[in-house]
């Protein structure tokens, strides 16, 4: 197994803090282009899911699923 291999499945945890050894894995991104991109995009996408704010559905959202497969023509 590569190093990249196992450094890819932890560039999560790394990026939260949550590993042992951040100075192997800081030192493998240091000399690893392709990995330290792949942390990049971690760091993106936690950064906009942060952005992401109320996801709750509308009051009457149940309402309105029952309403269109009560009158779907496949529904008899």
Do not use: Y
């Not at 030192?27 to 942390?39: F, G, I, T, Y």
């Not at 899911?49 to 699923?65: H, I, N, R, Y």
Request: charged fraction near 30%; aromatic fraction near 2%.
């Amino acid at each position: 197994m590569s190093e990249c291999e196992k450094i890819r499945p932890r560039l999560a945890a790394f990026l939260h803090g949550e590993v042992e050894d951040p100075e192997s894995i800081q030192a493998h991104l240091d000399s690893c282009p392709e990995c330290a991109r792949m942390l990049d995009a971690h760091r993106k996408i936690t950064r906009l899911a942060g952005l992401v704010t109320d996801l709750s559905p509308c009051s009457d959202a149940w309402t309105k699923v029952e309403t269109r497969i009560s009158s779907s023509p496949d529904s008899s």
